[in-house]
């Protein structure tokens, strides 16, 4: 806690998407969503193809751990639905 308050997830970890898709969609989703200002980085389909080495620049870069990070994972689907990609 904060003053007082619950800290919100991206108040209290750095959120980043790793992704095969393209950032551009992901960007577009977000957008449409509301949540694309709380996430530092997108790792999309232009980084890199490898989902391994997204995670490896990110722990670097960002100074972590593999005991600092949290997989949300499963979100293809309803996102490439969204994004118009599948119906």
Avoid: C
């Avoid at 996430?39 to 670097?60: M, R």
């Amino acid at each position: 806690m904060e003053n007082g308050r619950k800290l919100l997830l991206f108040q209290r970890h750095i959120l980043l998407v790793v992704s095969s898709n393209s950032s551009g969609i992901i960007e577009k989703i977000l957008f449409q969503e509301g949540p694309d200002r709380y996430f530092e980085a997108i790792l999309g389909l232009e980084f890199t193809l490898s989902k391994t080495d997204k995670i490896h620049h990110a722990l670097a870069h960002f100074r972590a751990t593999r005991q600092d990070t949290v997989a949300v994972l499963g979100a293809r689907y309803r996102w490439a639905r969204m994004a118009g990609k599948v119906k």
